[in-house]
């Protein structure tokens, strides 16, 4: 039996060998669709660990209180039934004081101006840096790692001190070469001196996260002295099982410091950080269905190559198959020379297409910024794909091959 199975493969190799032409383009096509899949599974499968990450990067005992819900802002005024007004300062501040569940800290901040020019002696940038003013608890809260230095501490708050902290962008422009710390830099005239650095935080979905300036908020708001300026709290809960109490304590707590009543909705949004997480996954799950639809369509274009080739090998080889049938070969022999001669184009085929895929993949991956991991799955998937398409695809021809008559297979030309 091993002896017939081992002549069998020794035939599919020829067979190959000798139509090598056509099965490269076979195996090309077969590439092609499955090169398809595996690289757009890699490349969604990176894009939700790249979101993911960011957003567990906060914390996931976090929760947000902004003037709108993360999904109304995305979608832009178009979707908003109603204008939420502001977070004051006021809001902000009476929120703060009258907050005081167990175990948590509240940051606060808020973005003085898109477009500040920073100045570090003879050097300058670009009017396009963020600065924002924040209070000590915004480090932590943010999910913002320390590069150089230290964050700032609760006296330089209250104190509104001439102190600032750098993304990494501002840090490679200016201190490539010295230590930034103690260095002093100037923002609309007003110096400040850096204490701290951040770590890079950028990808393709905050491409401007490390081009940022972090200064106290007391001082970004008599250097930024927008009535309409809009803050933002963040609360971080220390422990889990407290979480959902400590929200709803929350949602109380601001629900009365803008007099709403118990029929009335919030006009403010509150996100929690596991609902952004959810519904990421809700979004890649699109992402996966119309990969999958798009490979399994290039799929099937390969499986018909795959079928016409088989097919007309053997109406090439009909002779061949009548000399065998002649010398004793029974059906099921010729059917699965046939067969093993399919998987094994479709095999390489699968294997050139997961090698091509996980490149490309990587490739998309690293030119977005996303965190690109092993497609393991992508890869089983496009293996046991690629072999479902052979053994499809060569079932016709092989019954075909074994169907014929052994006499007028002699009689071919």
Not at 12 to 41: D, E, P
Request: include cysteine; charge should be positive; hydrophobic fraction near 45%.
């Amino acid at each position: 039996m091993f002896s017939l199975f081992r002549e069998n493969i020794r035939i599919a190799i020829n067979s190959i060998k000798s139509q090598l032409l056509r099965t490269i383009l076979t195996v090309l096509i077969i590439a092609i669709g499955i090169t398809a899949l595996v690289s757009i599974l890699s490349a969604v499968k990176a894009l939700e660990n790249t979101i993911s990450s960011d957003f567990t990067s906060m914390g996931a005992n976090t929760f947000t209180i902004e003037q709108y819900e993360f999904s109304i802002r995305r979608h832009g005024g178009t979707e908003r039934q109603k204008i939420n007004p502001v977070i004051s300062y006021t809001d902000a501040k009476t929120f703060i004081d009258k907050y005081h569940f167990p175990m948590t800290t509240t940051s606060l901040s808020f973005g003085g101006t898109g477009s500040a020019e920073i100045k570090f002696e003879n050097k300058k940038t670009d009017p396009n840096v963020l600065v924002l003013g924040v209070n000590e608890y915004f480090i932590e809260n943010s999910g913002f790692k320390i590069n150089k230095g230290r964050e700032f501490n609760a006296l330089e708050i209250e104190n509104s001190s001439n102190v600032c902290m750098l993304g990494s962008d501002l840090e490679e422009k200016f201190f490539t070469e010295i230590n930034p710390i103690g260095k002093t830099i100037t923002i609309r005239g007003h110096k400040f001196k850096v204490i701290g650095t951040l770590k890079s935080n950028k990808n393709a979905f905050n491409s401007k996260e490390d081009n940022r300036v972090l200064i106290p908020i007391q001082k970004a708001r008599s250097i930024f002295t927008n009535p309409n300026a809009n803050y933002s709290l963040m609360i971080k809960v220390d422990k889990q099982e407290f979480y959902d109490e400590a929200l709803n304590q929350a949602l109380i707590t601001f629900r009365n410091i803008r007099t709403l009543s118990p029929i009335e909705e919030n006009n403010f949004g509150v996100e929690r950080s596991d609902d952004l997480i959810n519904r990421v996954g809700a979004i890649t799950e699109y992402l996966y269905i119309a990969a999958w639809i798009i490979g399994i369509i290039t799929i099937f274009g390969s499986s018909i190559a795959l079928m016409n080739i088989m097919l007309v090998s053997v109406a090439e080889r009909t002779r061949e198959i009548g000399v065998r049938k002649a010398m004793g070969a029974k059906r099921r022999t010729i059917a699965i020379q046939f067969f093993l001669e399919t998987i094994m184009v479709g095999q390489i085929g699968g294997i050139l297409g997961i090698i091509l895929g996980i490149l490309v993949g990587y490739g998309l991956s690293a030119a977005l910024g996303f965190s690109f991991t092993t497609p393991w799955l992508a890869m089983f998937s496009a293996f046991t794909t690629a072999f479902i398409v052979a053994i499809i695809s060569g079932s016709f021809p092989a019954i075909k091959a074994a169907k014929l008559d052994p006499i007028e297979s002699l009689r071919y030309e």
